[in-house]
């Protein structure tokens, strides 16, 4: 952990207890632990395939402030990455840290939340169709501060400011990215099932790449969400987009409208069995600095076993172009199916499997994995 990470998650932890203590708030803590262990035939998810178990280790403590109106949680630790295929390094131990915290009134709240996570280069490259060959990790955060007012008992007006970045420990391919965006939601309920919402956002893309250009999209989103009964909802949204290149990589200025939407569906089977579907098409940042337009699918289905088991399988695909038009750039799928058992009330313990294929313009990658999810908590306060 470096010296600036380890002040701030002290001066985190010291300001949130000291606001508690402050305000006669209830206190609690807890310690959490969890060890993921995976085999795989292709451990870096590369083109050139090699086979190797990883390792990750989360290790951290949780602090609540429950003020009534007001709550506090901050949620340091420590993670550790290991590949059988690298060497390890200093940098692969790194500090992650969750801020939470929210201000409520009858009208109106305020929340803010703020996520530093580490995660192995190897990670990024199937989410992103990024193919390089740097080991190490990707520090990525992000945080969000949002006001609620609820104006009638029928509508509200929200407003959201968010931010994202992330940075590597060592000389990569992919970008340093940033992006700030800001949104404002005005939400209607038209019938006790039914509401109405619509949301204009704007955000700035920056990167420190060479080849990919800067740019700012705005959007007008219009939505709707609906309970057909207790077992069915939907949820869907429409809206255009407009992308607003700035120059550079030897390219001018340029302005490309689109279109962004979504449709959601979770239907409860049973009282046990759940299915949700979900499409969306938006506009976002890949690790290499581009905007992108980015089309993604899901379906998902869980069934509690009993009160301490489960099982679930999912399904995920996407495809990532540039915003100009053209052919898609990438496209990944993933499956996989989870067993869920709880030793205790404290020991949860997931074994699983997944399947893996990602396709960019110059090469492929797929993974079989396994995986075994050990986790613990531990209450250190009451």
Known sequence: MTRNAALGTAAALGSALAAGIAFGADISADAFFLQRLEA?????????????????????????????????????GLRFNYQSNESVEPEDVAPR???AAS???????????????????SETRFENGVSQD????????????????????????????TGDFNEFLEDTEQA??????LSGAWRHSATPRTTLSLTPSVERFTSDSDTARDGIEYALVGGAEHAFSEA????????LSVVALESGAGEDSEVQPGFTGSLGLDYAATPD?????????????????????TLAGGIGVTHQIND??????????????????????SQTLELSSRYNYDLTRDWRVSVGYSFRVRNDEDESARANTVFLNVSRNLSLLP
């Open 232 to 239: 069915l909802s939907a949820s869907a949204s429409a809206g």
């Open 134 to 161: 740097s080991d190490g990790l990707e520090l990525n955060g992000s945080g969000s501060l949002g006001f609620l007012y609820q104006a009638t008992r029928r509508d509200s007006f929200s407003a959201t400011l």
């Open 103 to 121: 201000w409520l009134r009858p009208r109106h709240q305020i929340t803010a939340t703020f996520n530093f996570v580490p995660r192995p280069i």
């Open 97 to 99: 840290l969750n801020l």
């Open 176 to 181: 340093r990215t940033r992006s700030v965006g």
């Open 40 to 76: 795989s035939d292709n451990i870096g998810f590369e083109d050139d395939a090699e086979s190797g178990v990883g390792a990750t280790t989360d290790l951290g403590v949780s602090f609540l402030v429950d003020g009534g109106r007001y709550t506090l949680r901050a949620s340091p």
């Open 273 to 293: 069995t759940s299915l949700s579907l979900s499409v969306s098409q938006d506009v976002d940042q890949s690790n290499e600095g581009d905007i992108n337009n």
């Open 308 to 329: 301490w088991s489960s099982i679930g399988v999912s399904g995920a695909v996407s495809a990532e172009s540039s915003v100009l038009g053209g052919d898609e750039d």
